[in-house]
Nanobody, 123 residues
């Protein structure tokens, strides 16, 4: 069973950058597709970015493409989300997720999730 722990969230100003980390334990996730989602209060969980098992392919939702970068380090069993040019509308709880299907934006396609890390962007 995979356990994911996100970190790196916090309170920042608009225009700042943050790097989120997702550490996996329990087993290697090096053969799994990984993704980042977020959820703002009163809104559904939103897909942000996905990365294939070897990092060779990435996919982003239009709202973050060009600002966010997903990456992974399979030697450390970790996934990252570099977030640049943050906006107040990026405020949400950010979740890491993993599964066998690369590139899907559907919540139910992912097999395991972290507990999330809060990102707050102030104007």
């Amino acid at each position: 069973q995979v356990h994911l722990v996100e970190s790196g969230g916090g309170l920042v100003l608009a225009g700042d950058s943050l790097r989120l980390s997702c550490a996996a334990s329990g087993r290697t996730v090096s053969r799994d597709a990984m993704a980042w989602f977020r959820q703002a209060p009163g809104k559904p969980r939103e897909f942000l970015a996905a990365i294939s098992w070897n990092g060779g392919s990435t996919d982003y939702t239009d709202g973050v493409r060009g600002r966010f970068i997903i990456s992974r380090d399979n030697s450390k069993n970790m996934v990252f989300l570099q977030m640049n040019s943050l906006k107040p509308e990026d405020t949400a709880v950010y979740y890491c997720a993993g599964g066998r299907v690369y590139g899907t934006d559907l919540v139910h396609e992912y097999d395991y999730w972290g507990q999330g890390t809060q990102v707050t962007v102030s104007s």
